[in-house]
């Protein structure tokens, strides 16, 4: 499976507003763990109000103790500062970083921009060691941009 063909079904079930929209971000997020298997947990942080914090929004994978993010905290954190996407081939290398589970080996996060702000992001972990490549990245962007239309 070639992660770009799920490209249209992203869209389809984001366009979808029959449902709320964090039925359709949970939709989302199920649709890419059950069909790329180095993504072992998908899920959303946005923005907390005008707290400098991120809160957990809908995910598909197991619940995590991380509900609420400082900015600069942990990867997510270090995204919402950065405004940047970051890739964690080994996250035991990596200092500034918030364990959610022993099994996750990398992490990748790619920030949401609503009005070139940056107001939440799509976070991956994936049990498998240095997985994610340029295409994440790329299909991540796309995933967040569409995400985007639907909050602007
Ligand atoms: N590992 C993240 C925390 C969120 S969990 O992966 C769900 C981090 O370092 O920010």
Redesign the pocket.
């Known amino acids: 499976m070639h992660i770009n063909t799920l490209k249209p079904q992203v869209k389809s079930l984001l366009i979808d507003t029959e449902k709320t929209l964090d039925e359709r971000l949970l939709s989302v997020c199920k649709l890419l763990k059950q069909n790329i298997d180095y993504y072992n ?1 998908v ?1 959303f ?1 946005f923005k907390n109000g005008e707290k400098k914090e991120l809160k ?1 929004g809908p ?1 598909a ?1 197991e619940p ?1 103790d ?1 509900t609420i ?1 400082p900015f600069g ?7 919402a500062v950065s405004n940047e996407n970051m890739v ?1 081939p080994d ?1 035991a290398s ?1 200092d ?6 022993i099994s ?1 080996k990398a ?1 990748i ?1 790619v920030p949401i921009f609503v009005n070139n702000q940056n107001i939440g992001q799509i ?1 991956i ?1 994936s049990n498998t060691s240095d997985p994610f490549t340029e295409e994440d990245e790329h299909f991540l962007e796309y995933v967040c941009a569409e995400v985007a239309k639907q909050l602007e």
């Open positions: 947990w899920g942080y957990l995910y994978g995590t991380h993010i905290k942990g990867i997510c954190g270090q995204v964690v996250v990596q500034n970083y918030i364990s959610c589970s996750v992490e996060v976070d972990d």
